[in-house]
């Protein structure tokens, strides 16, 4: 069964700073991986999909990497902006009895103080 | 605008009764998710539909029913059967129908508080 974990669980760091979120999973025969973000009390708004043959993704100051073989992948937010608080989801997907099924994190919570 | 519309917002349940949450999506995507958020817990799948008058169970289905009559609307039933039935509802869809590696986009969910 796939487990996704995060760490850290939560993150608190000045306005400016980079940073890097982790996520990691025990199954490396996944299809994709996906960071999504979370507001408080939100729905989920996509981030990144990194396909299994692909390395690395990026949309603006956000870079996200996979490393299928040891089971892990980073997001990197460059010169972080109070804006940027929220919670962070990591989730990959698995052909395990069929249709798109991901397994997500428990997330890392990101407070980006002024 | 395209998007998914997930109604209500707060959804109050007393007990043994059964409530539906509603998932509407105009993405014109064939398949659709349900997700339960608990605090502390990333999402567990409750039910998805790949396609019109299907859908399979997910991790935690016991409690919960859904149909798909519509390929706009998959409303998931919150039965009685549910003990624990307080959390955030999400629901999602996806374009479906080329296998694998689709984003996935939610709709703002539904809060369940028992009464």
């Known amino acids: 069964k796939q487990e996704v974990t995060q760490i850290p669980a939560a993150l608190s760091v000045p306005e400016g700073e980079n940073l890097v979120l982790n996520c990691s999973f025990t199954d490396s025969a996944i299809y994709n991986l996906q960071w999504f973000r979370q507001d408080p009390g939100k729905g989920l708004t996509s981030l990144l999909l990194?396909?299994?043959?692909?390395r690395e993704q990026t949309s603006g100051r956000l870079n996200a990497s996979l490393d299928k073989s040891s089971g892990r992948s980073t997001l990197y937010i460059a010169a972080s902006q109070p804006g940027d608080s929220a919670t962070y989801l990591c989730?990959?997907?698995?052909?395990?009895?069929?249709?798109?099924?991901?397994?997500f994190g428990t997330g890392t919570q990101l407070k980006v103080e002024l | 605008d395209g998007g998914i519309t997930q109604s209500p917002k707060y959804l109050f349940r007393k007990e043994g009764q059964n409530v539906t949450l509603s998932c509407e999506q105009n993405?014109?995507?064939?398949?659709m998710y349900w997700y339960r958020q608990d605090p502390g817990q990333g999402l567990r799948l409750i039910y998805y539909s790949q396609i019109v008058n299907d859908f399979q169970k997910g991790d935690i289905a016991e409690g919960y029913s859904v149909s798909r009559e519509k390929k706009e609307s998959f409303p998931l039933t919150v039965t009685s059967a549910q003990k624990n039935p307080t959390a955030f509802y999400l629901c999602?869809?996806?374009?479906?129908?080329?296998?694998?590696?689709?984003?996935?986009?939610f709709g703002p969910g539904t809060r369940l508080l028992v009464l």
């Open positions: 999602a869809s996806s374009i479906g129908g080329r296998g694998w590696g689709e984003t996935q986009y």
């Open positions: 989730a990959v997907s698995n052909p395990t009895g069929g249709g798109n099924k991901l397994t």
């Open positions: 990194i396909q299994s043959s692909q």
């Open positions: 993405l014109n995507h064939d398949a």
